[in-house]
Every structure is written in C-alpha cells, then in structure tokens.
C-alpha cells in the first residue's frame, strides 16, 4: 500500500522539486539583472575625484553622451582650487645655498629637499602670506637653464589662489640679522650702489656698499655699512664733505 502510494506522488514530487530549481534559478536570473540595472543606473551619475569648482558645462539636455573612447563627450572641466600646486625653477646657485643651510641644521645636504616649507605670495602683495611645502624636485638640474624644477603643494583653504597666477615663491633659510635701510636712500653711480651718512663731525659721506635682498621697502645692506652709520633718508641734495645738522628718525617698517 505504502510503495504504491509512493510511485503515485513520485511524479508530483519531482514536479514540484523541478518547479522549486526553476523558481531559484528565475531569483538568480532576477538578481542579476537588479545588480545589472544598478551598474548602468551608476553610470548615469557622474562623480568628481576631487573637490573643486565645475566650469561652464559642454552639454545640453537631451543630448547623446557617448563613453566610446574614440567619440567621448566632454562635460566640463573641474578646476581644484585646494589643494593648489605653484610650478616653479630654482637656480643652481639657490639650491647650492639651500643645501647649505640643510647642512647648518644638522641634515644631510644631500637629501630631498621635499618637505622644506614655502611661502607664496602674489604680484598685488608685498610680503608671502600664503604658506605650503615643497611636495617635488626634478633628480637633475635642466642642462640648459642650469635650473631645478621644483613643486609646492599649498591648502589654499581661503582660495585666494587661483590657477594660473603668477606668483613670487620663497624658500626660507636661517634667520640672522641684516643692516636694512630704506630704499629711497640708496643711489647709484658708475662705481655701483651708495648711500650718503653723516660721520662724527656732522658731515656728509659718501659710503660704497654692496645691495642684497629688498623686503618691502627696504633694502638688505650686505656690506658697506656698520650699525652704527647715520644714513641720510631724505634730503638726496646733500653733497659729501658738507656740514649738515643731523635730525634722527625711526625707520619705516619692511611692507
């Protein structure tokens, strides 16, 4: 009774078995056609690597995006404002003095100069407010130019950097002091760069000295000079060996 009831339900059994792997297989199918239909919709969405600003779009709505490599449609271009890279060559003499000063500190001079701090500023600022580091120097000197190119990488959070701005870059090195006069006091002749002081006497001198850097409005007096000398600011008419009467004056801060 049992075995017949048995080959009886058999078929029905092995039908319903068939249904159930036809019903997976339909999920299976289902599902990856979900995970499919989700790829294509990814590929209606276009998302930046980067943080910055989009410019005037290429593309209309409506139109035709092709990915085709051969035919690929632009969208826009994406400027990053932040971080900021500066492009710059630094002279052999520069790097030379560069190195020298890694080697007052310690380091060997013949390390990457990646990581030495950098400051920036721009043509309408007189001083380098903006802050960064060296991110990249090229192995070799530029045969030609006898010049190492060189890569700052600066946060520019504010974004008062945009791409394409000139700018000046400084590398700074050891602080020291220097002589500074103002730079309206210095003149010039066929013999080069002087300033007019007044000496002991109250008179007019003429002093040959040697013009380094200019901060500011003022000039770093390499050699030439003691910190002592009187320099002559205004008054440019006074002739050396004159007499003059000696009216003292603070020097204008370095902007």
Do not use: C
């Amino acid at each position: 009774m049992a075995a017949d009831f048995k080959r009886q339900a058999e078929p029905a059994y092995n039908r319903a078995l068939a249904l159930l792997e036809g019903a997976r297989a339909d999920l299976l199918s289902a599902q990856a056609d979900e995970r499919a239909g989700e790829i294509n919709l990814s590929y209606t969405k276009v998302t930046a690597p980067f943080d910055g600003i989009v410019t005037e779009r290429q593309v209309s709505l409506g139109k035709l995006v092709d990915a085709d490599n051969q035919h690929r449609t632009v969208l826009a271009t994406i400027v990053q404002s932040g971080p900021i890279y500066v492009t710059f060559n630094v002279s052999e003499r520069e790097v030379l003095q560069i190195r020298a000063y890694l080697a007052s500190r310690g380091q060997d001079p013949r390390a990457t100069l990646v990581g030495l701090p950098v400051d920036v500023g721009l043509l309408s600022e007189s001083d380098n407010p903006h802050k960064g580091t060296l991110d990249y120097t090229a192995p070799v000197l530029n045969p030609t130019t006898k010049t190492l190119a060189a890569r700052a990488s600066l946060a520019n959070s504010d974004r008062a950097l945009l791409p394409g701005y000139s700018v000046r870059v400084r590398i700074p090195e050891r602080e020291e002091q220097v002589l500074l006069v103002p730079d309206v006091a210095l003149g010039s002749d066929q013999n080069g760069r002087y300033v007019l002081v007044v000496n002991k006497d109250s008179l007019v001198e003429q002093r040959k000295v040697e013009q380094g850097q200019l901060i500011g409005n003022l000039s770093v007096i390499a050699k030439g000079l003691r910190k002592e000398d009187r320099v002559i600011v205004g008054g440019m008419h006074a002739i050396p060996g004159q007499k003059v009467e000696v009216g003292l004056s603070s020097a204008p801060a370095a902007n």
